[in-house]
T-cell receptor
Framework: KQEVTQIPAALSVPEGENLVLNCSFT??????LQWFRQDPGKGLTSLLL?????REQTSGRLNASLDKSSGRSTLYIAASQPGDSATYLC????????FGQGTTLQVKP | EPEVTQTPSHQVTQMGQEVILRCVPI?????FYWYRQILGQKVEFLVS????????KSEIFDDQFSVERPDGSNFTLKIRSTKLEDSAMYFC????????????FGPGTRLTVT
């Protein structure tokens, strides 16, 4: 049974810092993992879909990697800004459509 | 840019009543989904729909739930007899194909059961 875990649950950083968000999964039979952003009380905004054949995917200041062998995906945010403050979620897009519980990021000006 | 839309944004209903939540997926997408998020908890998959039938469903999606694509654009989630524990944010999503393409989510419907 797939389990998706995101650590830490919350993170607070000063503006301009580079940071890494982690997403771990127990079932390595994963083809695609999707990262989302959720603002309070709002829907989910797709950030990146990374396929296992790609290992990395980039969009602007965001870079996601996927390592099936270690059961881990990371979302790297470069030069963080206060507007990046949100909850970041990862989802196994392939199997049972399981979400992690999210990492709530606060970027302080 | 195409987007998934949902109506209503907020629905208040009494326990035992039936509710229908509506979604308009992105027009050229083939897979449609419903998820829910109870306040402070994870986003949970309910059901996926493809080619006019349910393709997958979770344990949460029991007999009180049903989905339908009544016409070429709408996708609905019906809860037959609402319970207090059905109070949650319900998200609709769509994707071009299952597992190969991004899912796009709607803004959600907040369902409050009193």
């Amino acid at each position: 049974k797939q389990e998706v875990t995101q650590i830490p649950a919350a993170l607070s950083v000063p503006e301009g810092e580079n940071l890494v968000l982690n997403c771990s999964f127990t079932d390595s039979a994963i083809y695609n993992l999707q990262w989302f952003r959720q603002d309070p009380g709002k829907g989910l905004t797709s950030l990146l879909l990374i396929q296992s054949s790609q290992r990395e995917q980039t969009s602007g200041r965001l870079n996601a990697s996927l390592d099936k062998s270690s059961g881990r995906s990371t979302l790297y945010i470069a030069a963080s800004q206060p507007g990046d403050s949100a909850t970041y979620l990862c989802e196994d897009n392939t199997g049972k459509l399981i979400f992690g519980q999210g990492t709530t990021l606060q970027v302080k000006p | 840019e195409p987007e998934v839309t949902q109506t209503p944004s907020h629905q208040v209903t009494q326990m035992g009543q039936e509710v229908i939540l509506r979604c308009v997926p992105i027009s050229n997408h083939l897979y449609f989904y419903w998820y829910r998020q109870i306040l402070g908890q994870k986003v949970e998959f309910l059901v996926s729909f493809y080619n006019n039938e349910i393709s997958e469903k979770s344990e949460i999606f029991d007999d009180q739930f049903s989905v339908e694509r009544p016409d070429g654009s709408n996708f609905t989630l019906k809860i037959r007899s609402t319970k207090l524990e059905d109070s949650a944010m319900y998200f609709c999503a769509s994707s071009a194909l299952r597992g190969l393409y991004e899912q796009y989510f709607g803004p959600g419907t907040r369902l409050t059961v009193t």
